[in-house]
């Protein structure tokens, strides 16, 4: 057995241990699919920075089967990993990415394929992905589109050399597959703020679209059923994902945020962990009641008046009106200051005690209805509660 070969076996083990992989057709395609083909580089954090790794670097391979996510490009830039290799450390957003070998197995298991299917990924990627879909669906069934040219032409060659050829398409993800074939099954490995209504018209009814939801706080995996005409419905799925968006679908950064006095400081009971950490139950429905409000790191929203010296360097809320929240922890309390029109940590509170009256629901409670006039969330049945999914 090869070392590869070992090393891909050792990662089957450990998703199996994660428990994301239980069905023996994913089991049998993680363990055949050369991920190493798909990443021969990549970027790796280097202290707040990136540096360049290639198949020449020691544990490469070793890295290359781990269960990490690695970053393939920075700022839609093809050519910031030959500038890193030239120089240095670079720094940089992601922008492409292999994802985490857990979600993907998840979110594979998620889309319920059958023998025969035709398969449309959006969001090709390395071609990682569109290889193990491939692997377990046969010749022929699987499409696969990216936005990137470079990103795309990439995967093919990969794809081809590993033994797959799945129909690689060059466009917009968010249109579909540019050929308007039907399928019965869509993966999207971007997050979308809402639906395409395209991908539901190149379902079959009754076919099934997982993706990720890019929203600021609560986001994750949705599985929808399509409909007979062009709607979809669905639920929000208990297992989580986070995916990067849509180039479409990228939030903006928010501008500096004021410096609190002293005296803007107060103390709260409810924690900002609770409303933005995914393995909170509250963050979902958090993200509901707050549309809009997103987080961001504030690294400068420290106490310069503490005695001391500066109080911790927190996380912020911030919406597009002006409105903010700070953060911090101080002597073991949570306090937090806030400003612009609208009392953002009053609304986080307020949510807390209504999220606790309806029972603390988790996020496999909210389902999801996609029509042409609206997209929606809904708790535990349609036509109850509803919140905008966009």
Known sequence: ??????????????LLDEDVLHAPEWIAAFRAVPRHVFLPRF?????????????????????????????????????????????????????????MPSIMAIML???????????????????YNAALLSHRC??????????????????????????????????????GFPAGTLFDRVLCTASVSSIPLAWLAQTTPGGLI????????????????????????GHVLARDGRFMPLRAHRLTQADPLPMPSRDDWEQTRLPMSSVIQPRKQFEFFAGLAMPGVRPV?????????????????????????????????????????QGGPRALWELAEAAYVEWCELGKPDRDR????????????????PGGRTWPLG
């Open 1 to 14: 057995m090869t070392r590869s070969a070992r090393l891909r076996r050792r990662l089957v083990e450990h």
């Open 43 to 99: 970027f790796a954090p280097a202290g707040g920075l990136w540096a360049a790794v290639d198949r020449d670097d020691p544990g490469w391979l070793e890295t290359v089967y781990s269960r990490d996510v690695l970053v393939t490009q920075l700022d839609d830039d093809p050519d910031r990993w030959e500038l890193a290799r030239r120089t240095g450390p670079v720094a940089g957003t992601p922008t492409s990415s292999s994802s």
């Open 109 to 127: 298991e998620e889309l319920r394929v059958r023998d025969g299917q035709r398969v449309l990924e959006i969001g090709t990627g390395t071609g």
């Open 138 to 175: 046969g010749a022929g069934l699987v499409s696969t589109v990216d936005v990137d040219p470079v990103i795309a032409d990439e995967a093919r060659e990969r794809l081809a050399a590993a033994g797959y050829r799945p129909a690689c398409a060059v466009g917009d993800g968010a249109l």
């Open 210 to 233: 997982v993706t990720t939801l890019n929203r600021p706080i609560g986001a994750g995996l949705i599985r929808l059923v399509a409909g007979e005409d062009g709607t979809g419905q």
């Open 297 to 337: 790191r504030d690294h400068d929203g420290t106490d310069p008046h503490a005695a001391g010296g500066p109080g911790e360097s927190g996380v912020a809320l911030v919406h597009s009106d002006g409105s903010w929240v700070r953060h911090r922890k101080r002597a073991g309390a949570d306090e937090v200051a």
């Open 366 to 381: 909210f389902g999801v209805t996609v029509t042409a006039d609206r997209q929606e969330f809904w708790l535990d049945e």
